[in-house]
Structure formats: structure tokens, C-alpha cells
């Protein structure tokens, strides 16, 4: 049936979850990126819910980013041993999301006051509030976010941290020292190494 | 250990979705319901992460809505009978989900203007888009949203809809005869009937 193919545009955004958990799992992928000017009006129509990423595989087509990573999850170790655990993975998962969303959400404010007081209250208050739990978090469970050991929320947590660092003009983590070593354990993963050295490289 | 303690809000709202399949499952919970000005400020600090629902079970704390319905949804034989069939779910619930959020959003839009302009691109653009693709979807899958047979994504989408309509000050699923008659079929359970009938008349 040939690899499954991962359409998203050229850039990591959330789609690199699915990138990481795939080079993670070793199962070859094609990585087609599309640009969003040229290629993304003419491509939007035919997919599913005119978003992307999208996932086709064996002539099947999966849509929602956390959908296609805990469907992978499972298949390479990086899902919980119970359904409890499962549970807290998900858990992890949407609470950075709330954090990620709040983010995403300033950045696409058009009016520039309003702007400017969700940038505040985001360095001020949200990300601080969010950053404290998640590092006692780790604290918590033997240096991973969730049942002292490495889960795809993991995954799926460093591979975002570019977007948000990037939108927010910063790096969240630095005066995290839990969150920053856990980041560093993800990245030194001999297949998340590998594709982070071979990817496109985009500022996004 | 007794049975599992909900804690929200005295509104049907997002946690309505765990009261479904909580119900759904015939477990016996305790209905927490807090009054958001009276009670929330002295909970809050309480919260792993600020956030309502929650669920204790067993003397442990679930967050996340979608975390803990599919918990319980494998519990109850709502999952899919694989993991593709779980990929579908978790993807048609997320799908539903980026329609509310867009609704959500336009609802806490303080800004009188932008939240007029939001308001009209929903029932424009947006709010049909997705409708029309979950009519086809229920169409293709035997009246159910997903797998030719319930799931907890169904239980997830009806849950929600007093939510979505109360925003938009509209029944949304109204011209669509199979997501109309969908929602009839989630609420003819008896074991949701029973709890509809149950549970406290709120507003939202």
C-alpha cells in the first residue's frame, strides 16, 4: 500500500507532532508540504474538513493532529499501560493545548489593543500558571510529564515548543530546569535526533 | 471508594459530555455543581490546573473532558472495535470541537465590533461548512457520526448541541433531517432520557 503520506504545510506548526511520533514509531512517511499561497486553495476543498495536517494511509484519509498521534502512539510504546494512564496522557496532552490554544489565540487577534493585553496577561499570568504545574508535573512523575516514563504527551509537547516559543518572541521552558531537561532527553531520542537533523529547516 | 465525584458548574456546558456517558454507562456519580462566584474562586486554587471539570475517582483527579469520556467510553463499549476505529472518533470529535471553539470564541469576543463580524462569518461560512460535512458523514455511516454504530462521539456531539444552539441563539442542526434525527436516537436512550429528565433544568 506504499508509506502514509502526511500532508501539512512547510512548516513545523502542530503537524511536527505527527512528524516526531512517526520518526519515533520508524515508520517511513512521506512528508509532502504544501505552500499555503499556491497549492492550499486549490487542496483545501478536497480535504475531509479543509484543514490540515492530514494523514492518507492503505487509501484511507485521517484528519485531527491528536487523533493520527495517539492512533501511532499505540502502536509504538508510546501509550499508557491502562486505560488510566491513557487517560492522564490525554489529560497532558490538552492541558498544554489550553496553553498552546491561549497562544495561537493572541497571535491571530486583529485588533492590535487587544493584542497587546493578551500578550501581557499570557507572560504575566497563563503561561506561568501553566509552566509551574507542568514542571512539578515532571517533578512528579521521574522527569516525564505523565507516568514516570517516556509517553507520546512527551512527544508531542517538544515538538510543539518551537511554535509557541516562536509566537511568544521567547523561550518558555528556560527557567523551567525540569522541563528543559526532559526537552533535551526528547531531542537526544537516537529517531528524533535523526529527523530533526534531516528536516526542512523553516523558521516556523 | 464510592462512586466517581464530577465537579462543575451548575450548567450543562462542556462537562454535560461526561454526565452523557457517565449515564450512558449506568455509574453512579456525584453531581458536583458549584456556583461559578459564590464557590469557584476558593475551588480554583484547589485544581491541578485552574480548570473545570474534574473528576475524582478512587482518590485520584481527572482533568480534560475528552480525556476523561474516553476513558469512560472504553468502559461502556463506545470505543471503536480497533484503533482506527478510535482514530475516527477521536477525529470526528475533534472536528465538532473546532466549530465550537470558533463559536466559543466568538461568544467571549468583547470587542462589539469584531464580535458582530465573527458572528456572521459562523452562520456565513463556517457553521455550515461543518454541518454539511457531518450530515454527510452521519450519511455514510449508517446514521451514526462515525463507524455505522454508536460511539461516544455521538453521545459528544448531542451532548454539546444546547451549547452550540444557546450560543448562536439558533438550532443549528435544523435543516439537517439525519443530524436532526441522530440526536433524537442519542436522546431515545433510556439510559440518556433518564438523565435528561433527571438532571437540573439550567439554561446553559
Known amino acids: 500500500m506504499g508509506p502514509p503520506k502526511l500532508t501539512y504545510f512547510s512548516l513545523k506548526g502542530a503537524g511536527e507532532t505527527i512528524r516526531f511520533i512517526l ?14 499561497v499556491k497549492d492550499w486553495p486549490k487542496i483545501k476543498p478536497t480535504t475531509p474538513f479543509g484543514k490540515l495536517p492530514i494523514l492518507e494511509v492503505d487509501g484511507k484519509v485521517a484528519t485531527q493532529t491528536s487523533a493520527i498521534c495517539r492512533y501511532y502512539a499505540k502502536k509504538c510504546g ?14 497532558t496532552v490538552g492541558t498544554f493545548d489550553d496553553m498552546r490554544l491561549a497562544i495561537t489565540n493572541s497571535h491571530y487577534e486583529t485588533n492590535e489593543e487587544s493584542k497587546k493585553k493578551k500578550i501581557e496577561l499570557l507572560n504575566r499570568e497563563t503561561i506561568p500558571f501553566y509552566m509551574e504545574r507542568l514542571e512539578k508535573q515532571i517533578k512528579e512523575n521521574d522527569g516525564y510529564f505523565v507516568n514516570g516514563r517516556l509517553t507520546w504527551a512527551d512527544l508531542w509537547i517538544v515538538a510543539l515548543l518551537d511554535l509557541v516559543n516562536k509566537t511568544m518572541k521567547r523561550t518558555l521552558e528556560e527557567k523551567y530546569p525540569l522541563f528543559e531537561a526532559l526537552r533535551d532527553k526528547v531531542l537526544a531520542i537516537p529517531s528524533i535526533k535523526a529527523w530533526v537533523a534531516k528536516r526542512p529547516k523553516t523558521d516556523w
Not at 23 to 36: G, K, L
Not at 78 to 91: H, P, R, T, V
Open 23 to 36: 520518526s519515533y514509531a520508524n515508520e517511513e512517511f512521506i512528508d509532502e508540504r504544501i505552500d499555503f
Open 78 to 91: 508510546l501509550a499508557g499501560k491502562d486505560d488510566w494512564e491513557d487517560l492522564l496522557i490525554d489529560a
